[in-house]
């Protein structure tokens, strides 16, 4: 057994912690932005070096094996040890830091930047943004690896042990050639329409495969994928079907749209502000997110 634990992988430990947070290893592969299969590989492999089993995989769901249950706590508190270590280390090769690493999805609006930004020089030490936008699977990983401090994305997939807030929800509107401006749809009527995607990247295909799942709606999809919310816009006047997308992505606030409603009820995104707990700057991420939250439109 010594030996197996020498051999412990990493990636295997935070994949086994995250399955036990959220019960579900879709949740935990989508938390950790890789495969199902990837993940349940790599727990297999962990279960392997130590020697036993730690989930039960049923209809019912996820549950922990009573070895699962004896050995799962021991890796959640030796993943906060490292993770404590890292950030003490960062803290002390770098004490006098004023920079805050930010990182955004595509989708997140300019004006959540605008005001993240206006709170970062308003801190009691001043620092500077650095700002980096991505892709959600890239800003995550970049998140977990410490090269960002604080990303700001659409709440679409949990991520376990990080801090989180939701900072803004903004409204869905859809867009088709024939929409009457400012007419609402309800949701049950979109379905019957043919929606473009975008690259599942930004989080906008995810939140729309979501909602229509929770719904139990079917999605009916144009086989091709637009690059840009610009490029989602031109194909619906060119009748290839309908999209999708935050009411602020519109070009123009004259592009023919129609707000998206749940049995009269307005269906809205949200958008969260996610850091480590562990972070040096930790304090000031807090009040950065707890001021985005507080000025929510």
């Keep these: 057994m010594a030996m197996a634990m020498e051999r412990l992988n990493l990636e295997g430990l935070r994949y086994a912690e995250a399955v036990a947070e959220t019960k579900s290893f879709s949740a935990a592969a989508r938390a950790y932005g890789v495969t199902q299969p990837a993940l349940s590989n790599g727990i297999a492999k962990l279960e392997e070096r130590l020697g036993g089993r730690l989930f039960d995989r049923s209809p019912r769901g996820v549950t922990q094996t009573a070895f699962g249950a004896r050995i799962l706590p021991l890796i959640e508190r030796a993943l906060v040890a490292l993770d404590a270590v890292a950030a003490e280390a960062r803290r002390l090769n770098d004490p006098g830091e004023q920079k805050i690493r930010m990182g955004v999805s595509p989708l997140t609006g300019s004006h959540l930047v605008a005001r993240a930004f206006g709170m970062v020089r308003d801190l009691p030490v001043p620092r500077d943004l650095v700002l980096r936008e991505a892709n959600m699977q890239d800003l995550r990983e970049c998140l977990l690896a410490g090269q960002l401090d604080l990303i700001l994305i659409p709440a679409v997939a949990a991520m376990p042990r990080f801090e989180h807030r939701v900072i803004d929800v903004e409204p869905i509107v859809v867009v088709s050639p024939d929409s009457a401006q400012d007419a609402p749809i309800e949701l049950e009527e979109a379905g019957k329409e043919q929606f473009i995607l975008v690259p599942d990247t930004c989080g906008l295909t995810t939140f729309t495969t979501q909602l229509f799942q929770a719904h139990d709606l079917p999605l009916r999809t144009y086989p091709g994928e637009a690059a840009s919310y610009q490029v989602l816009e031109d194909w619906t006047k060119l009748g290839l079907g309908s999209a999708m997308i935050p009411r602020s992505k519109l070009t123009s606030p004259d592009v023919r749209h129609r707000p998206l409603v749940d049995e009269g ?32 439109r």
Excluded: H, M, T
């Design 265 to 296: 009820r307005e269906v809205q995104i949200s958008f969260e502000a996610v850091w480590s707990g562990d972070s040096p700057l930790g304090a000031d991420l807090r009040r950065v997110a707890d001021s985005l939250a507080a000025a929510r």
